[in-house]
């Protein structure tokens, strides 16, 4: 343990071993109201049966009715398209007077599964194995409605005089991109406000070490799509003198990066201000990178992860190899996704990189560049007042120093909640860790770190509560 640890500070006001005991008490009931909710297929992608949208809503609910909230609601708002939302929970519980609010936010939707066959476990069938709990949303965000529902139950039970106003924002399209997320602020904005906003969709720096995400990269990302043909032709009467759509994108594609692995787009913020380090060997293990492989740019680690750019192709339309035949392909589209490091405007970033696409000779190719999302990166205050809480609340539940650290992840919303409640004091925690996998397949969840966030936002409350802010 450091020097500058706390852990044997006075207690703020709070009982720690009673609030600790009560929700390793109920820890198995916890698991088991969260094995219900990954059972529920809730993406928020058009493609997928909406209606599973609405039943994890409703489960959220009735958690949420369960931890004491005076009010709850379903609601949604549309987005900028004129689409309605997916649908959120608000629910509160109001300050008493003198109290601060704090409101807790988490998403109810998930990440599509991808390959089943890829996933060692049923894919929506919460499964223990050791010390995790796989499944789809098992850590990504439902375990983050979780700690925020036990949390508030243990202080309710153990805190006689608990007066802190506190409101759930459980969204259901965080993994879609949020797109009627401004219009929801905006729309229950009264509702919503409040002192602290407590965002738990991170991740922590290590089994065992908690963390407070400091920054996050912003994110942009386009639809490109490459043409030179005016039809699918046969591949032996007119290969050679022709290259199809395919061969001209993977043209375009490799002159992404540099030869050191960096993004090669010119005109984007890189910076080294990293003050910790991940350890390389510790680092491929968790990213399952292959040994051979040499890892890409330059600098520390924790810089190439949260202060430059990362630039990735998520999506291309091309057939299978199963599918595939002797036919020169017209065209090909494929979708750029990019990180961006704080500091860096989304808009500039996308003029960057449609300035990088044009300039590629491809032969007088047809290239059609489309936006598609954009979002801010996110620099935390470090010195909020809040700050110091959710650190001591951490190390007291952790028995360990917290960190704060970066994230190469993207939040976009929370740019948004800067801007509507610009004097709410924004924490962002989290139950990941490096191994969690969120997104992918074998997505699990460390249930030791998972009770010391539940230990960990009980704290805060109840300290919120002795002190105030």
Known sequence: MTENTTFHAAAHGVDIAALKSHIETNFEKILEEL?????????????????????????????????????????????????????????????????????????????????EADWNTPVFEATRVGDRLFGRGAADDKAGIMVHIAAMRAVLDLVSDFGVGVTYFFEGEEEAGSPSFRNFLEAHQEKLAADVIVVADSSNWSVGTPALTSSLRGMCAAEITVRSLNHAVHSGMFGGPVLDG???????????????????????????????????????????????????????????????????????????????????????????????????????????????????????????????????????????????????????????????????????????????????????????DPDSRAHSANESLHLGDFQHAIEAEALMLARINAEGL
């Open 35 to 115: 094995t219900s909710l990954v059972a529920i297929p809730s993406i928020a992608w058009e493609s997928f049966d909406p209606q599973n949208l609405e039943k994890s809503a409703a489960a959220a609910a009735e958690l949420a009715k369960s931890a004491g909230m005076e009010t709850v609601e379903i609601l949604r708002e549309p987005a900028q398209n004129g689409a309605m939302g997916a649908p959120a929970v608000v629910a509160q519980r109001k300050a008493a007077p003198g109290k601060p609010t704090v409101l807790l936010y988490a998403h109810h939707d998930v990440q599509p599964p991808g390959n």
């Open 246 to 432: 395919p061969i001209l994108a993977a043209k375009l594609i490799s002159s992404f990066h540099n030869d050191d692995g960096s993004v090669a787009v010119a005109g984007l913020v890189a910076n080294d201000a990293a003050e910790v380090d991940f350890d390389e060997a510790e680092f491929r293990k968790d990213s399952g990178v292959l040994d051979s492989f040499q890892l890409a740019g330059s600098g520390k680690i924790t810089d190439r992860l949260w202060n430059k750019p990362a630039l990735s192709v998520i999506g291309m339309d091309i057939p299978s190899v199963d599918h595939s035949s002797n036919t020169l392909l017209p065209a090909t589209r494929f979708k750029v996704s990019m990180r961006l490091a704080p500091g860096q405007d989304p808009a500039d970033a996308l003029k960057a990189l449609e300035s990088h696409v044009k300039s590629i000779d491809l032969r007088g190719a047809e290239v059609e560049f489309v936006a598609t999302e954009a979002g801010n990166a996110y620099k935390a205050d470090l010195d909020a007042s809040a700050n110091d809480t959710a650190r001591w609340a951490l190390e007291q539940a952790w028995g360990v120093v917290p960190v704060n650290m970066g994230l190469g992840g993207s939040i976009p919303f929370i740019a948004d909640l800067l801007e509507v409640f610009p004097q709410a004091q924004i924490l962002v925690t989290g139950v990941e």
